[in-house]
């Protein structure tokens, strides 16, 4: 998947505290290069779980965290790693994140 494929938009997993604050889960759905037709259960809260754990470290004008693509290494993070999206409240994307899969 193209990486820096513009998100169109995203699907909702659920919603995860931090302090008073709530942030959305999901996924993205479609870019102005692809479109994700499905995203198993698994994977949703595989990357539920992973984002929970990265809550502290997110913008604090973040409102979605958008898992953009699947576990996978890279050249410049040979980790296995979700690729996510920070979103703020304009549907902007704010930022990019490697989040490491346990």
């Known amino acids: 998947m193209a990486s820096q494929a513009k998100v169109i938009s995203t699907k909702l997993i ?5 302090g008073a604050r709530l942030v959305k889960v999901g996924y993205v759905d479609q ?3 692809w479109r994700r037709v499905y995203l198993s259960p698994e994977t949703q ?6 984002t929970e ?5 997110i ?3 973040t409102e979605e965290v958008a898992l953009q693509e ?18 703020d409240g304009q ?7 490697h989040f490491t899969v346990q």
């Open 91 to 97: 549907g902007t994307v704010i930022a990019k994140r």
């Open 53 to 57: 754990k990265h809550l502290h470290t």
């Open 59 to 61: 913008k604090p004008e």
């Open 14 to 18: 659920g919603l995860l505290a931090i």
């Open 31 to 33: 870019t102005d290069a």
């Open 45 to 50: 809260q595989k990357f539920k779980a992973t």
């Open 70 to 87: 699947t576990p996978h290494p890279s050249e410049s993070d040979n980790r296995t790693h979700f690729t996510a999206v920070e979103i």
